[in-house]
T-cell receptor, first 112, second 114 residues
Framework: DAGITQSPRYKITETGRQVTLMCHQT?????MFWYRQDLGHGLRLIYY???????DKGEVPDGYVVSRSKTENFPLTLESATRSQTSVYFC???????????FGSGTQLSVL | GESVGLHLPTLSVQEGDNSIINCAYS??????FIWYKQESGKGPQFIID?????DKRQGQRVTVLLNKTVKHLSLQIAATQPGDSAVYFC?????????????FGTGTKLQVIP
C-alpha cells in the first residue's frame, strides 16, 4: 500500500544500546520529519530532512542521529539509548513547504 | 498503545451537538494552519487546513476559523459523533531560518457522550 510506514511498531531496549527506527514513504515526498510525543509536551521535532542527503536538527536532537541516502527512507538512530528517550516516535512527510504532514502509525519505544 | 489523552484539556460533548475546539498560536508570521485528529495508538490524521489569507474554511462536518488579530484558531465539528472522540491538535507553519517549521499545540481531548 502507498503511504508512510514505520517499523518496528513496538521496541523494548536497554540503556546504552543502539536502536534504529525505520521510516519509509512511497510518495516521493521531499520533506521528512521525526517527532517524539510525550505526555505534557505534545509533538516535538527531533530532526527533519528537506531532500536526500539534506538533514537538520529540530528542537530536541541530542542523542539522535539521522540519515537520508534515499528519498523514501529516513531512519532515526539512538546511538546510546537512555531512559529519557522512552517515548512514542512519529515519522512524517510532506511534498512541499506549507503543506500538510502525513504521519506514520508510530513506534512505541521503551528504554529500560 | 500509550494514551496521549492524559493531562490534556478535555471537552465533553453530547452526541449530535456541535463541538468547538480552540487553539491559540504563537507566531504572527505563520502562514498556514492545520488541524489533526489523533486516536489512541495511532498517528495524527489530517482533518482540515487553512492559509493565512483566509478567515474560514469548511469541510465535511468541520469548519476552521482563523482570527489573525488575536492569533486564534478554532475547529468546529457539526453533529458530533462517537467516532469523533480523539485528541485534536492544531499546528502552525512558519518560516524559521529558511526552514518551514511546523509547531504543534499540546492538544485537546474530545469526549463524545452517547
Amino acid at each position: 500500500d502507498a503511504g508512510i510506514t514505520q517499523s518496528p511498531r513496538y521496541k523494548i531496549t536497554e540503556t546504552g544500546r543502539q536502536v534504529t527506527l525505520m521510516c519509509h514513504q512511497t510518495w516521493s515526498h521531499s520533506y521528512m520529519f521525526w517527532y517524539r510525543q510525550d505526555l505534557g509536551h505534545g509533538l516535538r521535532l527531533i530532526y527533519y530532512s528537506a531532500a536526500a542527503d539534506i538533514t537538520d536538527k529540530g528542537e530536541v536532537p541530542d542523542g539522535y542521529v539521522v540519515s537520508r541516502s534515499k528519498t523514501e527512507n529516513f531512519p532515526l538512530t539512538l546511538e546510546s539509548a537512555t531512559r529519557s528517550q522512552t517515548s512514542v516516535y512519529f515519522c512524517a512527510s510532506r511534498g512541499g513547504t506549507a503543506e500538510k504532514l502525513f504521519f506514520g502509525s508510530g513506534t512505541q519505544l521503551s528504554v529500560l | 498503545g500509550e494514551s496521549v489523552g492524559l493531562h490534556l484539556p478535555t471537552l465533553s460533548v453530547q452526541e449530535g451537538d456541535n463541538s468547538i475546539i480552540n487553539c491559540a498560536y504563537s507566531n504572527s508570521a505563520s502562514d498556514y494552519f492545520i488541524w489533526y485528529k489523533q486516536e489512541s495508538g495511532k498517528g495524527p490524521q489530517f482533518i482540515i487546513d487553512i492559509r493565512s489569507n483566509m478567515d474560514k474554511r469548511q469541510g465535511q462536518r468541520v469548519t476552521v476559523l482563523l482570527n489573525k488579530t488575536v492569533k486564534h484558531l478554532s475547529l468546529q465539528i457539526a453533529a458530533t459523533q462517537p467516532g469523533d472522540s480523539a485528541v485534536y491538535f492544531c499546528a502552525e507553519n512558519s518560516n524559521s531560518g529558511g526552514y518551514q517549521k511546523v509547531t504543534f499545540g499540546t492538544g485537546t481531548k474530545l469526549q463524545v457522550i452517547p
